[in-house]
């Protein structure tokens, strides 16, 4: 959501910071700002909006230093303006703070440090953290955000310098990702590690209730009760060139264009297609736990959900165990049955999704053994739950997704050969799963040179106001996916539905204004899908469709046709995305918007 970025050595930390938040803006971006210590004490800088305002706030009044913190907002508490945005400072300005998270009890907080002479001057719960550091503060900065920290509930990823402590910048974190970055006369704190891979690799992941303490020369970790904590160093594998565009317009259609190469990264030593099996390292479960589940529960949120509906359905019919879809934001607030022959699979691009951790946490609570489906390496899902599928669909930086929502059906797709092997699934139907699967990545690819199909699709619809998208079985959950890049990217509204639903309530909107998305591949349910093709006809509705051959029994009825490759039901979702995922691009695109980075909306959701 937020992003933090702070540097601690010998070089100027003013740019390094700057091009730092770049690689965050896309988690969540309204203003921006950082803190630098010049020599005689701190100074700030903040603007509102894009990385590119503060550029200029810069510009026009440099500041230098070679301790620094900074940080890009996405707006909780106060709307954003340059007031509001981070770093927050104490009464005296000697205390400068960045903060991803949310103080829950700052209200009273906040009087209580009103009452004892603090002056206020944002809106935000982070700025009760500086004031409450400074009521601390007793020469030792890392004692006094322990005794800050000690007041205070909610979640947070926080920096801390004080002109006061001259030499070092304090980490901690609750609920919030952070890690420390390590240099040669240098160390780094980011939530994100895209924020610092240009520098270093070696990278310690914090973990809730811990702090870290930077200096040039070293780091060290402890909990907040000051114990030492011994930490392991990672290693990032990622490029650069991972992160950046790579001559696309967009993050976006970067993503949507690697999706053949993602999804092989997704199977590649996976998928053993002789055996019609899949060899999944890390689920942690003895071959008697997996036989012994009784049921499956998959909790997700937005895009993820969605894959998660299309694994519920393959699981059911490939592996026969029963299986529950939970939105992971009302799975924690509910009373579910769990039983310790339960499975929950926990699906997240980030792994950071604040709902989905907490689901995850809530089904381990009640006995469930924990799966994490998990795009981002070393993130917190990945690291809490008991076993897992990394996706390895790569960074995944445009704001909506799409490697990772076609990784994360592959993903399922091995969990159901692995489960349904164990079970009753043959070795010729395991087989066949898995041939189908092998021949996915060349199909992807031919839908994308045909690219400039969808585009002409797009041009003829960039000014519609409403869409409806309808599919049946495994195509209900890509309508919805359909549906939600669209909206969330061209800001037209779009609806989702079961097709036959449609009946029920939604005709009433067709008429020759309203565009109907159908996913009509040549499955087991194609010939309702005509039926309900013709209903919207009849009713002047204008058709879309994605189909997978010639249709006699759709002739005259489609305005608009773009064919996918033929596949197994299952995997029909993995092919039927790509177009959707290019028609919400090229309309979005058309309309002239920030494809990556939409407005209101960020990628990595840490906030309840
Ligand atoms: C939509 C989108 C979101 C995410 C959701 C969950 O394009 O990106 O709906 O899918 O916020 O995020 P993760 O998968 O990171 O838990």
Redesign the pocket.
């Known amino acids: 959501m937020c992003g933090i970025v702070g540097y601690i050595g010998e070089k100027q930390a003013t740019t390094l910071l700057v091009d730092g938040l770049k690689r965050l803006e896309y988690r969540g971006y309204d203003s921006a700002g950082v803190s630098l210590m010049n020599g005689n004490g701190l100074e700030t800088r903040k603007a509102k909006g894009k990385i590119a305002m503060l550029e200029q706030a810069i510009a026009s009044d440099p500041i230098k230093g070679k301790i620094g913190i900074a940080h890009t907002r996405w707006a909780t508490h106060g709307p954003p303006n340059e007031c509001n945005a981070h770093p927050h400072h104490d009464c005296k300005g000697k205390i400068s703070v960045v903060h991803n998270g949310i103080i829950e009890n700052y209200g009273p907080l906040r009087a209580m440090l009103q009452k004892t002479g603090h002056v206020f001057v944002s809106e935000t719960d982070t700025e009760v953290l500086a004031h409450l550091i400074e009521a601390a503060f007793d020469g030792n900065l890392e004692d006094a955000v322990v005794d800050a920290l000690a007041l205070v509930e909610g979640t947070y990823g926080i920096a801390v310098l004080s002109a006061d402590d001259p030499d070092k910048i304090v980490a901690a974190r609750k609920g919030s990702p952070l890690l420390i970055g390590i240099g040669e006369g240098e160390n780094y704190v980011a939530s994100d590690v895209a924020a610092i891979l240009a520098h270093t690799r070696e990278v310690v992941y914090l973990d809730d209730g811990e702090m870290a303490v930077l200096t040039r020369d070293g780091y060290s970790v402890c909990d907040l009760y000051q114990q030492t904590v011994k930490k392991g160093v990672s290693r990032i594998d990622w490029d650069l060139d991972q992160i950046e565009k790579g001559g696309f317009d967009h993050f976006m259609l970067k993503e949507i264009m690697e999706q053949p190469q993602t999804i092989t990264n997704t199977m590649r030593g996976r998928l053993v297609t002789e055996e019609g099996f899949s060899k999944l390292g890390g689920l942690n479960l003895s071959m008697e736990e997996l036989q012994n589940l009784d049921q499956i529960i998959i909790t997700?949120?937005?895009?993820?959900?969605?894959s998660a509906l299309i694994g519920e359905l393959m699981i059911e019919e490939h592996a026969r165990i029963r299986c529950e879809v939970e939105y992971?934001s009302e799975f924690r607030y509910r009373n579910p049955i769990v039983t310790d022959k339960t499975l929950c699979v926990v699906?997240?691009?980030?792994?950071?999704?604040a709902?989905?951790l907490a689901a995850m946490r809530e089904a381990k609570r009640r006995g469930a053994r924990t799966l994490g489906l998990?795009?981002?390496v070393g993130s917190t899902?990945a690291r809490e739950d008991d076993g897992g599928i990394y996706l390895h669909a790569g960074p995944?930086i445009g704001?909506?997704?799409?490697k990772?929502?076609t990784s994360?059906v592959i993903a399922l797709a091995l969990l159901t050969l692995k489960l349904g092997r164990l079970r009753n699934m043959s070795v010729v139907q395991g087989r066949d799963i898995a041939q189908a699967m092998e021949a996915l990545p060349a199909q992807i690819q031919s839908i994308l040179d045909r690219a400039s199909e969808v585009e002409t699709i797009a041009e003829a619809f960039s000014d519609a106001t409403n869409f409806l998208y309808l599919g049946r079985g495994y195509n209900f959950p890509v309508a919805l996916?359909g549906a939600?890049?669209l909206k969330?990217?061209s800001y037209i509204h779009a609806e989702g539905y079961p097709a036959a639903e449609m009946k029920h309530g939604p005709i009433a909107l067709i008429d020759a204004d309203m565009p109907v998305v159908f996913i009509a591949p040549h499955d087991s349910v194609f010939e309702k899908v005509v039926s309900n093709v013709q209903e919207v006809k009849a009713r002047g509705g204008r058709v879309i469709a994605i189909t997978s051959r010639e249709e006699p029994s759709l002739a005259g009825k489609i305005d608009y046709e773009f064919r996918i490759p033929e596949t197994i039901d299952m995997l029909n979702p993995v092919l039927a995305a790509i177009p959707l995922q290019l028609l919400a691009y090229y309309i979005a695109a058309k309309r002239g918007l920030n494809v990556d980075q939409p407005r209101n909306?960020?990628?990595?959701?840490t906030v309840e």
Do not use: P, Y
């Not at 704001?399 to 799409?402: G, K, L, M, P």
């Open positions: 997700a949120c937005g895009t993820s959900w969605h992971a699906i997240s691009q980030s792994g950071e999704t709902d989905t998990v795009n981002q899902i995944e704001v909506a997704s799409t990772a929502f994360q996916e939600l890049k969330e990217i909306l960020a990628k990595s959701v």
